[in-house]
């Protein structure tokens, strides 16, 4: 399986840290060295680091822990390939445009027997991964339903989604990070969680690797950051565990709408 992580923050913001534990599970605390993405987003605009190669050996992935990219979302993935072949174009995040947006995806798990579901038209895999024909399918029942203008009520929009990933989890794993450079969705078939930072801040320590940060020296009293992973990266830190079909909608780092 892969591995997600995700931000969403009210304030433009680094992921340094947890990128730094993750990157550690793309060959040297776990098997995914497949490949390995990130998006960052600033505004409407985003842009995409990939490498075809592990995490833990990739100088781009050096770069990203070792240059502060701050952005109030972030969608990243290491990939432990089953479904097509190593590759660039088989490497997430997937991004496509959708109501003037950049949508962005990446999905932990295996499907099958999806072919003849996946049925599409406007959105066309670049790659030949069940996850990317996966993304391009949702989006098409998306426009199928709610058409080619954004409605004004967005929250419709994720409460479909979620339906959509039901079904899509009825086929196999389904763990889903979705975004539309403003809010940030996860989708839970059996190993996703969260956790939202807040004041009082205090430290935390990485499971992956030897570091610890003091959040309260990085931030200010009204930040709040939501981080969504996989597995927990911190050892000293409670974490929120999702549920098989539990899915999370946050905005600016704040839960804004669950399965509830």
């Known amino acids: 399986m892969c591995e997600l992580l995700a931000m969403s923050a009210n304030v433009p913001t680094d992921i340094v840290f947890s990128f730094t534990g993750l990157a550690q599970r793309g060959g040297v605390t776990g098997p995914h060295v497949d490949g390995w993405g990130i998006t960052f987003y600033e505004g409407k605009g985003s842009r995409t680091f990939k490498d075809a190669h592990p995490s833990s050996e990739s100088h781009i992935a050096e770069l990203i822990q070792s240059y502060p990219i701050k952005s109030e979302v972030v969608v990243s993935h290491i990939r432990q390939a089953n479904r097509g072949c190593v590759s660039l174009e088989n490497t997430h995040p997937f991004t496509r445009e ?17 072919q003849d579901k996946f ?4 959105f066309q895999p670049v790659g030949d991964t069940d996850s990317e024909l996966a993304f391009c399918w949702l ?7 709610f058409g080619e203008q954004e409605p004004e009520d967005i929250s419709l929009v994720y409460q479909f989604i979620a339906k959509l990933a039901d079904e899509i989890r009825c086929l196999g794993v389904f763990n889903m990070i979705l975004t539309d450079g403003a809010h940030l969705m996860s989708y839970c078939s059996n190993n996703l969680c ?4 807040k004041a009082p801040f205090g430290k935390a320590k990485l499971i992956d690797t030897d570091v610890v940060i003091d959040f309260d020296k990085e931030t200010t009293p009204d930040d709040i950051v939501t981080v969504i992973a996989t597995r927990p990266l911190t050892k000293d830190e409670e974490w929120h565990i999702l549920a098989p079909g539990e899915w999370k909608l946050f905005r600016k780092g704040v839960l804004i709408m669950d399965e509830a």
């Not at 959708?98 to 999806?114: E, F, I, K, V």
């Not at 989006?139 to 339903?145: C, I, Q």
Request: net charge positive.
């Open 194 to 197: 969260y956790i939202t930072r």
């Open 139 to 145: 989006l098409e029942k998306v426009v199928d339903k």
């Open 98 to 114: 959708l109501w003037g947006r950049y949508w962005t995806y990446a999905h932990n798990g295996q499907l099958s027997d999806y």
């Open 119 to 122: 049925t599409v038209s406007r």
